[in-house]
């Protein structure tokens, strides 16, 4: 589904080429995969597989940065770095 240039459904879609503002959520998204970059916690290259592992119907319902976050944390708990239970708790504050 990442490569969808050849998908009718997309072939007549406008792409909305206009500035936009980044939201705090955007924002925080990009700095915790900065810092898991200088770390050397989490690759860009592993941000992306993980992106492209997200199941199709996810993947559309997702906004981008909702795609990093959820490719982070596949990672991050992949590499023992967080704990399901950490995850949870962090999410439920």
């Not at 459904?9 to 959520?25: I, K, M, N, Q």
């Not at 592992?53 to 708990?77: N, S």
């Amino acid at each position: 589904m990442h490569d969808i240039g050849g998908v009718p459904r997309f072939l007549c879609e406008p792409v909305d080429v206009s500035p936009h503002a980044l939201t705090g959520f955007d924002k925080q998204a990009d700095a915790l995969r900065q810092i898991l970059g200088a770390k050397g916690i989490m690759s860009v290259d592993e941000l992306r597989r993980g992106i492209e592992a997200i199941p199709e119907a996810e993947y559309h319902r997702l906004g981008y940065y909702q795609r990093w976050v959820r490719a982070m944390a596949e990672t991050l708990l992949r590499k023992g770095v967080l704990s399901e239970a950490e995850l949870r708790a962090a999410l439920a504050t």
